[in-house]
Nanobody, 122 residues
Framework: VQLQAFGGGLVQPGGSLKLSCTGS????????IGWFRQAPGKEREGVSC????????LYANSVKHRFTISRDNAENTVYLQVNSLKPEDTAIYYC????????????????WGQGTLVTVSS
């Protein structure tokens, strides 16, 4: 079972990226999926998460109205569309899978993918 996050890169302030989280050996639609980020010297923080059946989404206040999480079950992928990027969004972004109760908390997840680096800079 593997999760893989990709799609990061260098983008100017105000720019956009689409991050992807794919599963190998696992069907992601059976799990809640969370996106997290960790900036240098800071703790890992929850960015967004999406539920299993109804796909209900939750966002951290810092990214609300700028980031959008979505599922494509046919592609076994969860996306995070990140818009209006700010320098403070610079971090390694991770996806994780599990059956969380509080889905923006990292300890609620038991399987993590490797991160993808997002750098926002002019």
């Amino acid at each position: 079972v593997q999760l893989q996050a990709f799609g990061g890169g260098l983008v100017q302030p105000g720019g956009s990226l689409k991050l992807s989280c794919t599963g190998s050996g696992v069907t992601l639609d059976y799990y809640g999926i969370g996106w997290f980020r960790q900036a240098p010297g800071k703790e890992r923080e929850g960015v967004s998460c999406i539920g299993i059946n109804d796909g209900s989404a939750l966002y951290a206040n810092s990214v609300k109205h700028r980031f959008t999480i979505s599922r494509d079950n046919a592609e076994n992928t969860v996306y995070l569309q990140v818009n209006s990027l700010k320098p403070e969004d610079t971090a390694i972004y991770y996806c994780a899978m599990g059956h969380p109760t509080l889905c923006l908390l990292p300890y609620e997840y038991d399987k993590w993918g490797q991160g993808t680096l997002v750098t926002v800079s002019s």
